[in-house]
């Protein structure tokens, strides 16, 4: 429920989760759903005084793109591609941190979810390299740290990066081998509780 992100950083970071459910939805061509997730992200854009990156023209894009996946993708990327240059412009930088910790933790969350059903090669080659992700928002979240709410997402990213001890970096396409079931087990243990902690 959208109505229930009372802060700048719940409703920044939810942001960011909204728009990778976005992108799930319209993979597996949920035209619906991916409607009814863009008119949420759009309350949340204009709470965020970003209505103009995720405004009725948009919407009306998406509706009538609605069974072209590939025009959908394109919507979604300059949508949010207008939303980072105006906050980086607005020097909003901060908002537009919580919105990648947001889009981080919910695409490693779907991912780990499929990958302890499947072990599937593919998806742990990118899980392993998410590590990188992980790494460059901590750093810059960093710079916010007196901040007590990113603080604390500071706290719990440091979690799940915890979690990924003992796991290489991939090279290449392939992870077989390098990623256990129970560090799979692990690591989805701690992106559950870091995504618990920001989905209300």
């Known amino acids: 429920s959208v109505s229930s992100f ?3 950083f719940l409703k ?9 459910d976005l992108g799930y939805a319209t993979v597996f061509d949920q035209n619906q759903t991916s409607i009814y997730y863009l008119s949420k992200m759009q309350k949340l854009a204009a ?3 970003l209505s103009t990156q995720f405004n009725s023209v948009t919407a009306k894009r998406f509706q009538t793109n609605v069974q072209n996946r590939d025009s959908l993708y394109k919507i979604i990327l300059e949508s949010f591609n207008e939303a980072h240059k105006f906050l980086i412009q607005n020097k909003r930088q901060d908002i537009g941190l919580l919105i990648s910790a947001g889009c981080f933790t919910e695409s490693l969350y779907l991912t780990l979810r499929y990958a302890a059903e499947t072990m599937d090669a593919r998806l ?3 899980i392993s390299r998410e590590q990188l992700m992980l790494n460059n928002l901590l750093e810059l979240l960093n710079s916010y740290k007196n901040n007590a709410e990113i603080s604390g997402l500071i706290l719990r990213l440091k979690d799940v990066k915890l979690a990924y001890s003992g796991i290489p970096i991939s090279q290449g396409n392939s992870a077989s081998g390098t990623i256990t079931a129970e560090q799979v087990r692990l ?3 701690s992106i ?3 995504r618990n902690g920001i989905v209300k």
Do not use: D, H, K, W
Request: no cysteine; proline share 4%; hydrophobic share 55%.
């Open 6 to 8: 009372p802060t700048i």
């Open 12 to 20: 920044s970071v939810n942001l960011g989760i909204l728009g990778v």
């Open 47 to 49: 709470e965020l005084n």
């Open 124 to 126: 742990l080659s990118l």
């Open 187 to 189: 690591l989805a243990a």
């Open 192 to 194: 559950t509780t870091l």
